[in-house]
């Protein structure tokens, strides 16, 4: 059988366990390369906003690379931002017409982050 990597990847993707995890795969890295960006613009470092969140380098790490082993919670996300100074909007749009409607819209997920002056204080963990 001859197949390419592309090949492969629509074979899979027709699967729906295998689709499902493609999504949440996709939406983990979003989510970590938004906690990347919002504490770059920060101007902190792994470790100081890891001390900011009461974790460690690691968690932070993996959070950031997608590969913490599961999509962050917005939780998650928006005590990062507020570790960093930034404010998280979540605006979610209709992917599908309900019954009656006439149109249907795209898929849509805009993250919003207001800049503030970055907290200097130490955000205690969440229990």
Do not use: H
């Amino acid at each position: 059988m001859d197949c390419d990597a592309y090949e492969l990847l629509d074979q899979l993707a027709k699967r729906p366990a295998t689709r499902e995890a493609m999504r949440r795969s996709a939406l983990a890295l979003e989510l970590g390369r938004l906690a990347f960006d919002m504490r770059s613009a920060a101007g902190l470092s792994q470790a100081q906003l890891a001390k900011r969140l009461g974790t460690s380098r690691t968690v932070i790490s993996r959070l950031e690379g997608g590969n913490a082993g599961r999509v962050p919670g917005l939780d998650q996300i928006d005590k990062i931002a507020e570790a960093c100074g930034f404010e998280v909007r979540l605006e979610a749009t209709r992917m599908r017409p309900e019954a009656g409607a006439e149109t249907a819209e795209v898929a849509r997920f805009r993250f919003s982050v207001t800049s503030a002056a970055p907290s200097t204080a130490e955000i205690p963990p969440r229990r």
